[in-house]
């Protein structure tokens, strides 16, 4: 069976949509999938310093803002927040135990520890470390010698764990990111250098809010006391952006970078800057994209729940055509006012094959921006429908052999 092109309701087509300026394109696309699409336009009126840009509402996915967004760049000490995604991952699958003891070897405290001059948690050497004081240490005081006793503890060396950095990265759908250790060091002179971008970055902040979100609040906790040591947090965004709650800051010679969640009034919005000169700008910036979250962009209902979107096509029914429902409102962040366009797309694998039940999840319906996807809500299917006769199945296939599903 072929692609299918969803049939869009007759008010949808029409363009008497909710929102005031749709237009609709004429055009249909044809892939692996069906697709049904209308454009509307607004203004994207945000605007900020940073070279690199990235805002995001993670409840649905929708992307506010991105500039350079694929653009990559060595986040430096913010690697450790994937090396903290990595372990709660690890924590969830059972390889490792919160009270897990983590033995510091020599290369730990002389590489991340007092002698090291950097971050640390002042971890003596030979001594142990339960994994939940390590993820402390990493997430409140930025502690090298934590990422290193962790690594070391789950796979025996910076290396080894590294490959696991970024097995994981890949399999949360980090697609551009790359990591060499757990501390965000620059390597020697001549090896390869960590690589992330801001898509990527937020991506990891949706997960760890997501899958791992009983170990979020390590993020903003305000101090750490340990083997009697005081340690404050030292992310250097915390307390300067109102209610933002995590997740941390880097520096490397591709400048600075921050990635940042913040959530005001029971919405959640994630930001990633990167490429700033100065921790100054760096903060600055940071509050030109999270500010813009509630200065530039309101939530639209575009759909509500049981609406029918689309129509999906049949194969051998007792009708051709089933119709889509949205499973939940469709509420999405979008721009106040003026150019930017957005398009919607009904996409599913059809056509569908009998029987068909009702609630079904079939497809998606896909909102679509310059820079992508920026919310995805699913779709499922309205009605019951039966296998035809023998003439209705007959007339499907011979269509299909003659016509193709076009």
Not at 32 to 43: E, G, I
Not at 370 to 391: M, Y
Request: glycine content about 10%; overall charge neutral; aromatic content about 8%.
């Amino acid at each position: 069976m072929g692609a299918k092109t969803a049939m869009m309701p007759e008010a949808l087509r029409r363009g008497s949509f909710r929102l005031p300026t749709i237009r609709l394109l004429a055009s249909a696309f044809f892939g692996c999938a069906a697709l049904a699409t209308t454009t509307f336009a607004f203004a994207e009126t945000l605007a900020t310093r940073a070279p690199i840009a990235f805002l995001s509402a993670p409840e649905n996915g929708t992307v506010l803002f991105a500039k350079n967004a694929d653009k990559a760049f060595d986040p430096g000490s913010l690697v450790k927040v994937m090396t903290a995604a990595t372990v709660f991952e690890a924590l969830a699958v059972g390889d490792v135990q919160k009270d897990s003891l983590c033995k510091v070897s020599e290369h730990a405290w002389r590489t991340g520890g007092a002698p090291s001059r950097g971050a640390t948690m002042f971890a003596a050497i030979k001594s142990e470390v339960a994994v939940e004081d390590l993820l402390a240490g990493l997430l409140v005081h930025n502690a090298n010698d934590a990422a290193i006793i962790l690594a070391e503890c789950l796979e025996g060396s910076e290396g080894s764990f590294a490959q696991r950095m970024n097995a994981y990265a890949e399999m949360i759908g980090m697609r551009s990111s790359h990591f060499i250790n757990p501390t965000g060091f620059a390597p020697g002179e001549g090896q390869p250098l960590a690589k992330t971008t801001a898509r990527d970055l937020a991506r990891l902040a949706t997960v760890i809010l997501d899958k791992h979100a009983v170990y979020y609040g390590l993020f903003a906790q305000p101090e750490f006391t340990w083997n009697k040591i005081y340690q404050r947090n030292k992310n250097p965004l915390l307390g300067e952006i109102r209610q933002l709650d995590g997740l941390g800051a880097g520096q490397s010679a591709d400048g600075y970078a921050g990635l940042a969640s913040v959530e005001r009034n029971g919405r959640r919005v994630i930001a990633a800057v990167a490429g700033l000169s100065s921790d100054k700008n760096r903060l600055t910036a940071m509050r030109e994209v999270v500010e813009g979250a509630w200065d530039y962009f309101q939530v639209q209902t575009l759909f509500n729940r049981g609406d029918e979107i689309a129509q999906a096509r049949v194969f051998g029914g007792s009708v051709s055509y089933v119709p889509l429902q949205a499973v939940s409102d469709v509420d999405v962040l979008l721009p106040l006012g003026g150019t930017l366009d957005y398009r919607l797309r009904v996409v599913y694998s059809g056509p569908l094959s009998v029987p068909v039940k009702a609630g079904d999840i079939v497809g998606e319906l896909r909102v679509v921006g310059k820079d992508g996807i920026v919310h995805r809500t699913k779709l499922a299917t309205a009605s019951d429908v039966e296998p035809g006769d023998t003439a209705a199945r007959a007339l499907d296939g011979l269509n299909e052999l003659l016509f193709g599903w076009f």
